[in-house]
């Protein structure tokens, strides 16, 4: 078995990747499917010859010959049908979950920068939609090399009883086949509207379920209800018409080898009447038309999943076709240094709390993650480029605490502890730091007591705390925070910012905030503008310099 990096350059690659990864077990399934279908074509051959050379002249012993070896072969037949069945399920399954490796693996490469690259919604329904109908795609290997050889049967076998009827079977397919091609184009388009649809509604229904609590709280629960209530209904307006289009598809598999059946048994019969063709033979040629159902019903379906097939895959092609952050091979600076983020034109000097203002939120918190290594253009630090620099040591050196980073179920002790294993007393001081005491206090079993998956049963400002207290429990050499006290109240906020100090007491630690509170603790304040440094200098003096900042912050104030 090939377990090599999926080919990730076009939908029908990857298709194909699938498909190497397993040559075996397809091999098996084409054999067993051509064999089972080439099968099935046997039968009215038998029957013709029990008809003709025993049942019509009456001899008996032949016509139980005959008989004999129409039931052997219904068993065979069985057993082929059987086996065929359960190694297309295995490639199926082996397809899916090679699928959901690939998706993983790359989840875990892009690491943080996942949710800045792809929404949650977009990979839910990869694992849930595009990997079913892509395993399910990988079923033409089977019947689907089957039908092709069945069909070459039949118009042999065919040819044998009249070249009429075979020439009628040799062109009636392939326009039956022919007559569905124009739907899969259309299939095809409607699916990737809707399959874009599907992903934009399940991101959004990702973000509702995760700020309910917050849209409760500022009693937008029903507006973006009602936003999720329409992109439903316009999402089933595109099912609609994906249905439409497959239900076309579907009639046309099942009808039109029924109107083709009609046709050649007409023909056929009208044959056997003239004398042309002998009874038996008639029999053998309504079975053969009858036989030739199920590989034409599996070019039609056969097209019908590919077309599917090739949506998904490129919805998975995308997602696997995201850049991960560089990883890079320099060394670090061997100590603290200078962070400096040359797009904004903030540096962060070491061993200093630094604090970034902006008129807009985003900007400071987009100069975070540059420097951070979270976003491009990248960063300086001490001279050398971020991304040139080893990812790892970076992780290990700095930290970015988001204010909306994930907060796994565990007890609170195994919450604020992350990945290392501190002693009690070290998670009491961080609490202690993140004014968090209060929070162990109020659960039942302190340290032990259970969080829910994103601190479900935490209030916001509980949430920001532990947040915190996980940071600096973490004692990172740089530490990049962002609106560390947004969800607190003034008294709590000004605990905080006067313990973040001391704990952090000569690291290197940045605050994206416009809280005076704050802002008075720093020694130095960037004041940013459209995303870029107009002033730098200590709180009061900016106050006194700047008017515009001036105003920012009494706005703050204003509203604590």
Known sequence: METGKPDFRSAGRYLWWLVRTQRGRCAAGAVLGSTWMVGLTLPPYLLSRAIDDGLTPGHLPTLAGWAAALLAVGVVNAWLAIMRHRTMTRVRMHGAFRTVEAVVSQATRLGAALSRKATAGEVVTIGFTDVVVIAQTLTIT?????????????????????????????????????????????????????????????????????????????????????????????????????????????????????????????????MAAQGDITVGELVAVY???????????????????????????RRVVQFLSLKPVPRGDADPPPAAATLRDP???????????????????????????????????????????????DLTQVRERILVADNEAD???????????GKGSPDDEAIEQALYAAVAQDIVRGLPDGLGSAIDPQGRNLSGGQRQRVRLARALLADPETLLAVEPTSAVDA????????????????????????SPLVLDQADTVHYLVD????????????LAGEPGYRLLVSRETEAS
């Open 491 to 514: 008294h709590t906020e000004a605990a905080v910012a006067g313990r973040l100090r001391a704990a952090r007491s000569g690291r290197t630690t940045v605050v994206t905030s416009t």
């Open 142 to 270: 089977g019947p689907g090399v089957g039908a092709v050889l069945a069909y070459i049967v039949v118009a042999v076998l065919l040819l044998t009883v009249s070249p009429l009827l075979a020439v009628v079977v040799l062109a009636g397919v392939p326009l039956l086949v022919l007559l569905a091609g124009p739907l899969f184009g259309r299939l095809r388009k409607a699916e990737t509207t809707y399959r874009a649809g599907q992903g934009a509604l399940a991101a959004r229904f990702v973000d509702i379920a995760g700020g309910l609590r917050v849209l409760n709280g500022l009693g937008g629960k029903d507006v973006y209800a009602e936003r999720y209530r329409r992109g439903s209904q316009e999402l089933r307006a595109e099912g609609y018409r994906v249905g439409a289009v497959t239900s076309w598809i579907q009639a046309l598999g099942v009808g039109l080898p029924t109107l083709f059946i009609g046709a050649v048994t007409w023909l056929a019969a009208r």
């Open 343 to 389: 797009e904004s034109g903030v540096e962060i000097a070491p061993g200093k709390l630094t604090a970034l203002v902006s008129t807009r939120p985003a900007d400071s918190a987009a100069v975070v993650d540059r420097l951070g290594r979270f976003a491009e253009p990248a960063a300086t630090w001490g001279g050398i480029s971020l991304d040139e620099i």
């Open 407 to 417: 907060l796994f179920a565990g007890t609170l002790r195994d919450v604020v502890s």
């Open 287 to 313: 079975g053969y038309t009858a036989v030739l159902v199920v590989p034409v019903s599996f070019f039609i379906e056969g097209g019908y999943d590919a077309t599917r097939g090739i949506v998904a895959a």
């Open 531 to 542: 995303g870029v440094v107009v002033a730098t200098g200590g709180h009061q003096d900016l």
